[in-house]
């Protein structure tokens, strides 16, 4: 059974990106068939995987607009041995372009049963808004991921996130539930986060993953290669804290 994720949080700057290619990457050395779709014009995961979004001609924003096949899509990250539906800057129009489209939110959904079969996992990189193409990527889904640094107003945006997901339930899409929350950018010396992190676990439990990822440069360093950490630096904390998360959702 395929497993799809979306990788969402509407705070920007959690860790989103960072966690869908580290994910995608480490999740691919243990042999699993992955796909990461990158749904945000940033194109950040796009990027970090090594495809140039200058020069990319087909992506996601043609699947949507249903003006390309997803398979044509598809690239290889060779170094990543993951598959991924890039984007670019076009994606920024979708939301404007879709709004006469019928079932404009299961847009992607459709698409992707077309490839779903291929793979064990498909990570979406979802951007940060609660907008139209967040609504596709948790149209989409199965489960949730939730990136979170573990900083003061992380909990109120918390709550914001955990509505939307029970309204997309009642709405569009009733298998859709939280699959877990990842510390991100965690620093053990601090006692905010410490707290954060109690106050996280008092609430969600366990759907908290155990594996936190700690701050790490490595981390931070090898988007500018085009490159998961993996390949960039693989004994760095951050590489190994992805292996980690990796090994815990597959022995879940
Ligand atoms: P956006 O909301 O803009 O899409 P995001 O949630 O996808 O952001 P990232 O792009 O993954 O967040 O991370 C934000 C910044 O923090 C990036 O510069 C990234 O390299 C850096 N970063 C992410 N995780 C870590 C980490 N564990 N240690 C150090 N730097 C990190
Ligand atoms: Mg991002």
């Known amino acids: 059974m395929t497993k799809i994720l979306a990788i969402t949080n509407q705070k920007g700057g959690v860790g989103k990106t960072t966690t869908s290619v580290n994910l995608a990457a480490s999740l691919a050395v243990s042999g699993k068939r992955v796909l990461l779709v990158d749904l945000d014009p940033q194109a950040n995961a796009t990027m970090g995987s090594g495809t140039n979004k200058q020069t990319v001609k087909t992506t996601v924003y043609h699947v949507l607009l249903g003006d390309a096949a997803i398979q044509a899509t598809r690239v290889t990250s060779t170094q990543g041995k993951y598959d991924l539906i890039p984007a ?58 939730i990136p979170m640094q573990c900083e003061y107003y992380a909990l109120e945006g918390l709550s914001d996130l955990v509505n939307t997901i029970k309204r997309v339930r009642t709405n569009f899409n009733p298998v859709l539930r939280i699959e877990g929350l990842l510390r991100t950018m965690f620093d053990p010396r601090s006692i905010l986060a410490q707290q954060v992190s109690e106050q996280l676990q008092k609430h969600f439990g366990d759907k908290v993953y155990r594996t936190v990822i700690p701050r790490n440069v490595r981390l931070a360093e090898a988007p500018g290669f085009g490159l998961p950490v993996l390949y960039h630096d693989e004994q760095s904390k951050g590489a190994q804290a992805y292996l980690e998360l990796a090994r815990e959702i597959l022995n879940a």
Not at 103 to 108: F, H, K, P, V, Y
């Open 88 to 145: 670019n800057r076009d994606l920024a129009g979708a939301e404007v372009e879709m709004v006469d489209f019928s079932q404009r939110e299961t847009r992607l959904k459709s698409a992707l049963e077309a490839i779903e079969h291929d793979y064990d996992y498909i990570l979406i990189d979802c951007p940060p808004a609660l907008n139209l193409l967040t609504l596709n990527g948790l149209c989409a889904a199965h489960a949730v991921m």
